[in-house]
T-cell receptor, first 115, second 117 residues
Framework: GDSVTQMEGPVTLSEEAFLTINCTYT??????LFWYVQYPGEGLQLLLK?????DKGSNKGFEATYRKETTSFHLEKGSVQVSDSAVYFC??????????????FGTGTLLAVQP | NAGVMQNPRHLVRRRGQEARLRCSPM?????VYWYRQLPEEGLKFMVY????????ESGMPKERFSAEFPKEGPSILRIQQVVRGDSAAYFC???????????????FGPGTRLTVL
């Protein structure tokens, strides 16, 4: 079945460092890809998404490009802030008509940014 | 426009009791999803419902778990005879439509953290 694999954490960075969190997927068909962020004690918030190959999703300085050839959707940010400390989840949903739109998540990556 | 609401936020039950988790979707949303997050793990899909119908329950445990989304009122996830392994965070999400572009984003509630003693 469809699955998502993302790099294990925790990832610890200093403020203003460059961030990469790797995510690869396995899917039949043409899924949509997502990054969600979860702050402590809260639910998930959509950070960005891409619905087809070569699309780039971006939001709040984060970006990720849907790479069909490498089945990847790596999350990047050029300069992280302490407020970016959270757990980041990569996810996919099935594409095409008739799909239930359920999300399949990776295990999450904890990011800790130190001042 | 209120977001997805879940209650209670925290629920403590003893083994063998019943747990009832409630989810009120965003206004106008008729699609509801339940996910479970076990400690140190990602979210796992449990069930997808539309008003009065269960569409996909492929992620639901075969016993003790049930879900409903009545015509009026919130969606309910019910766990009978809880065991320690049911301790987890349960998240509800809602969406406006099923597929197509733009309106199928899932909005998540803050979750219910169930602790089974």
């Amino acid at each position: 079945g469809d699955s998502v694999t993302q790099m294990e954490g925790p990832v610890t960075l200093s403020e203003e460092a460059f961030l990469t969190i790797n995510c690869t997927y396995t899917a039949t068909g043409y899924p949509s890809l997502f990054w969600y962020v979860q702050y402590p004690g809260e639910g998930l918030q959509l950070l960005l998404k891409a619905t087809k190959a070569d699309d780039k999703g971006s939001n709040k300085g984060f970006e990720a490009t849907y790479r069909k050839e490498t089945t990847s959707f790596h999350l990047e940010k050029g300069s992280v802030q302490v407020s970016d400390s959270a757990v980041y989840f990569c996810a996919l949903s099935e594409g095409g008509g008739g799909a239930t739109n359920k999300l399949i998540f990776g295990t999450g990556t904890l990011l800790a940014v130190q001042p | 426009n209120a977001g997805v609401m879940q209650n209670p936020r925290h629920l403590v039950r003893r083994r063998g009791q019943e747990a009832r988790l409630r989810c009120s979707p965003m206004k106008g949303h008729s699609h509801v999803y339940w996910y479970r997050q076990l400690p140190e793990e990602g979210l796992k899909f449990m069930v997808y419902l539309q008003k009065e119908n269960i569409i996909d329950e492929s992620g639901m445990p075969k016993e003790r778990f049930s879900a409903e989304f009545p015509k009026e009122g919130p969606s309910i996830l019910r766990i009978q005879q809880v065991v320690r392994g049911d301790s987890a965070a349960y998240f509800c999400a809602s969406s406006l439509t099923l597929s197509g572009t733009g309106n199928n984003e899932q909005f998540f509630g803050p979750g219910t953290r169930l602790t089974v003693l």
